[in-house]
């Protein structure tokens, strides 16, 4: 059965991707999630504040003594010359790279575009064979236009695809005004992938405490809904490769996204709940389904789903959110 695909122009052996999580920060977990057939791995996100932080602790040791002896000073980097940011990350980009054959991904994620050429420079050279761009922003100022929010990802996007030669994923959130669109133009500043979608970890309270939560659910199977809408709607419609993530917990959410027409399907959350052998059940289920029908690669299921493919196009629209309402109304009255 061939269960290949390509995803960011790089040829895959299935479409099951390990996305960002704390299991992939360790190298013996990478080469187990190799061993359990994962396509591809996604390193987790290095954030712009991890960089910000170790730049001012730099600058503050190196400015140690300066009043008292310029001449010590001469023996220290400056900042500007100074190898910044977390040297672990690039360690373990260097040393996956050599440990397993399969794609490692690292993950960016910031909020401006200062210090991201740099740093995106200094994955590539690592080894990443490509970058996935979280651009994890939540616009809390009310100031803040619609417009100005996208004008941030396309500035980023376009700072880094100048940076390197990779390929390049956008991770999108699904807040837009308009999905379509944003993607659209993403394209056209040089993005070669999106993954639908970031899951914000929004905060709870806690009523004895009277104090904020910072706590984080896994995704579950009922939150697939969302980026199966928006896989669908853009399969055919974008030259990009698209990701589906959030809600995979079964080989069930790996065909539908499938179905719907994403190149690949993520997981991060079955796999923290059942651990790193999960892997292997997820795409024996799919090969599985595929073999219970007859159906011997990819290709023949992909975007079969999707809007430009099925004959009642309104399952996607608002037509068939009120047929649903009456639907269901009229079920309830006959009780």
Known sequence: MNLTTRYLGLALENPLIASASPLNLDLSNIQRLEEA?????????????????EMAEIERLTSIGAESSAETTSYFPSAATYRTGPHQYLDLIERARAAVDIPVIASLNGV?????????????????????LNVYFVPGDPALSGSEVEQRYFDILRAVKAAVSIPVAVKLAPYFSSVGHTVQQLEREGADGFVLFNRFYQPDIDLGRLQLKRDLDLSTPLEIRLPLLWIAVLAGKTRASLAASTGVETADEVVKYLLAGADVVMSTSALLRHGIGHMKTLIDGLAAWLRARNVDSLSAIRGQMSQSKVSDTAAFERANYIQILQEWGADRGDR
């Open 112 to 132: 401006t575009r200062s210090g991201w050429i740099d740093y995106a420079r200094l994955v590539q050279e690592a080894g990443a064979h490509a970058i996935e």
């Open 37 to 53: 057939g994962a396509a591809a791995v996604v390193l987790p996100s290095i954030f712009e504040e991890q960089l910000e932080r």
